[in-house]
């Protein structure tokens, strides 16, 4: 009736470009750059819902292949201003980076227990007791400049060098990956993505972890 224009016609019988194909778990680890000994970084935001899922992936990766634990780093965004920790949700993610990325630093046998709990509980004071926290230490490293937020800027610093804008963001042997090239966020998905950052691939990589998508909780980031 000439009150509509249709300026663009879609083919239905076109093929996919090359550039839209997806690209098989094994294409996308061949390309992966190698290491004797690899390093997965993972950039989060301790309140975000996604960054959170993706930390329960990390924990049961550690769980299951414990010997992957030495080669994951996860890592907080935020930024420093004026000697004072910011973050995207507010000051109670930022307070909680700073206490994740202390434990990290100054008690790391203790870090991925107390990650867990805090996964479960959004409880801090139940987490520090519960795993045995040194609670004496980790006050000195939250308190101490020269502790914790030089932790923290060392954090943030390598965060914007690879333009980590997202929570999570994964980097391996320093560069840029995508979980979903190798099965989405799931604990098998993220050990074959590690894995495949060795050079030659230990033994434990051969163990099979679930490959169930773990939900993220609501919220944004």
């Known amino acids: 009736d000439g009150k509509l224009i249709f300026p663009t016609a879609y083919p239905m019988t076109a093929t996919a470009s090359a550039a839209t194909v997806k690209k098989t778990v094994a294409e996308s680890c061949s390309e992966q750059s190698k290491a004797e000994s690899p ?6 935001a301790s309140y975000c819902p996604y960054g959170s899922q993706m930390q329960v992936i990390l924990a049961n990766v550690v769980a299951g292949v414990p010997d992957l634990a030495k080669n994951i780093r996860v890592r907080y965004m935020g930024q420093v201003s004026n000697g004072t920790i910011y973050s995207m949700h507010g000051s109670t ?3 909680e980076n ?16 107390y ?7 959004k409880s801090s004071p ?9 609670v004496t230490k980790l006050t000195s490293c939250t308190a101490d400049p020269a502790k914790g937020i030089t932790y923290a800027e060392e954090d943030f610093s390598r965060s914007a060098s690879y333009g980590a ?3 999570p963001t994964l980097v391996l042997n320093g560069k ?10 799931n604990p098998d998905a993220i050990k074959t993505l590690l894995c495949c950052g060795f050079s030659n ?21």
Do not use: M
């Open 39 to 44: 390093v997965l970084e993972v950039f989060v």
């Open 93 to 95: 993610e930022a307070a």
């Open 98 to 113: 700073l206490r994740q990325i202390c434990i990290r630093e100054e008690q790391p046998d203790a870090y991925w227990k």
């Open 115 to 121: 990650v867990s709990c805090f996964l479960n509980s």
């Open 126 to 134: 139940e987490c520090v007791t519960a795993t045995g926290i040194d």
């Open 165 to 167: 804008t997202d929570s």
């Open 176 to 185: 840029k990956v995508s979980e979903f090239n190798f099965g989405g966020r």
């Open 201 to 221: 691939q230990p033994g434990s990589c051969a163990t099979h972890l679930s490959n169930v998508s773990v939900s993220a909780s609501q919220g944004s980031c």
